[in-house]
């Protein structure tokens, strides 16, 4: 893709995404293994990074549409990079607790809060409506790219320098991304004035009636919300089933990690194909479907290299998953979703996902404390496929690249 500035875009999403996942293991092994957190406090510490979207993600949709994203981008990354480095200080202080932790996630959820949206509304500034969806690919390739890397590497870090020492690569990371963002031209269209306070709650139901009775992005919306609820649940699970059932250590759990980022890698080389030929609908379908065929393995495993390789399998098929429907879905509605309405669209979406989680991840640690960790691993498999069916059966199968562009139609 030849289009100014989206390659150091590509290079600072990518930087930071490589650290993201080094701390998303490191966060659950440093509160499972130092701080002896329970399944149920493991979802509540997940949960905490994505409650602020619950509470403000719908106004910062609005506050993002009224100024430029670019400095929200940047600042968002340095303040989330000092957050960061908090918790290895608290650790070698030696006055990080689970209250401390989980109040130091919920600050940087906040801070992600305002970037996520800004950053995605960001995107369109710099590539075309034609070669959105290809953009996305790239990011989501970089993704994977980074999850492979990052999430073998995080099992490494954690093993030999500890959990806090690969939270703090983490926040470097942000602050590299957050200097090559800064140094970034972007053609950010003009501001109009502000409208007055009183406005908002009008623009906050613009946004929502934009997404929800959108004759494809409601039906898409919905389906997405229960797959978030669903995987927040496992991976909740995931974590302690791997470690504590299976005795396995932190270094196998970031392999079969790593593994599902070579499964993210081969699904984004092939969406946008896929996505030609079948037509966005039913290519997202696709992988809706793989979600809870991955999924399915992990109840399955049992100690030993076979288990690990049936670990492996079921996070390679699921971030394959991950990898087809991601840049398609994220193309097709940048492109569906006139420019004002961006940063509401993403943030009502964006929110409304992070609530999902923030019922799902503590349900699935309750869940696998009350039935064991198989039986809850086997629900959330089951709501996937339930989810799965949900947006087989609606007018998005007939979602085609074709409806880019035409942003009026409700």
């Known amino acids: ?66 100024y430029r994203r670019k400095p929200v981008v940047v600042g968002a990354d340095f303040i989330r990079a000092a957050v960061l480095a908090l918790i290895p200080l608290s650790a070698a202080a030696q006055v ?30 710099l590539v075309p409506a034609p070669l959105l969806t290809q953009a996305n690919a790239r990011l989501e390739q970089s993704a994977a790219v980074a999850q492979v890397g990052g999430q073998a590497g995080a099992g490494l870090l954690i093993k030999l320098l500890g959990a806090p020492t690969a939270i703090l690569i983490d926040a470097v990371t942000y602050l590299i991304s957050g200097v090559v963002v800064a140094r970034l031209r972007v053609p950010e269209q003009t501001i109009p004035p502000q409208p007055p306070a009183r406005e ?54 970031g392999l079969t990690l790593a593994v599902g980022g070579v499964g993210a890698i081969v699904g984004s080389s092939v969406a946008v194909r896929l996505g030609t030929r079948l037509g966005v609908g039913p290519a997202i379908i696709v992988g809706r479907w793989l979600a809870p065929a991955g999924y399915a393995l992990i109840p399955l495993a049992h100690q030993g290299i076979s288990g690990i390789a049936v670990l492996c399998a079921a996070q390679f098929v699921f971030w394959l998953s991950v990898g087809i429907d991601s840049p398609l879905e994220m193309g097709y509605c940048q492109s569906v979703t006139p420019d004002r309405l961006l940063g509401r669209m993403r943030a009502t979406m964006r929110s409304m996902n992070r609530a999902a989680v923030v019922i ?37 199968r007939h979602a085609r690249l074709e409806d880019y562009g035409r942003s009026d139609q409700p």
């Open 96 to 125: 990080l607790t689970m209250p401390l932790l989980i109040g130091l996630v919920l600050v940087f959820g906040a801070v992600s809060l305002a970037y996520d949206v800004a950053h995605q509304s960001l995107l369109p500034s």
């Open 360 to 396: 799902g991840a503590p349900l699935g640690g309750a869940l696998a404390v009350w039935s064991g960790q198989r039986t809850a691993l086997w629900i959330a498999v089951a709501g996937l496929a339930v989810a799965a069916a949900g947006l087989t059966g609606s007018r998005f």
């Open 200 to 253: 908002m709650g009008s623009e906050l139901r613009e946004g929502v009636r934009w997404v929800y009775r959108h004759r494809m992005l409601g039906p898409l919306t919905l389906a997405t919300h229960a797959w978030f609820l669903c995987t927040s649940m496992v991976s909740t699970i995931y974590v302690v089933f791997v470690i504590s059932d299976l005795g396995f250590d932190a270094a196998v759990y």
């Open 1 to 66: 893709m030849a289009v100014p500035g989206f390659g150091w875009f590509w290079f600072a999403d990518g930087v930071s995404i490589f650290g993201t996942y080094i701390t998303a293991q490191a966060l659950q092994i440093l509160a499972l293994l130092t701080l002896g957190a329970s399944s149920f406090e493991l979802g509540v510490l997940r949960a905490a990074q994505w409650l602020p979207y619950l509470l403000f993600g719908l106004i910062a949709g609005v506050l993002i549409d009224r």
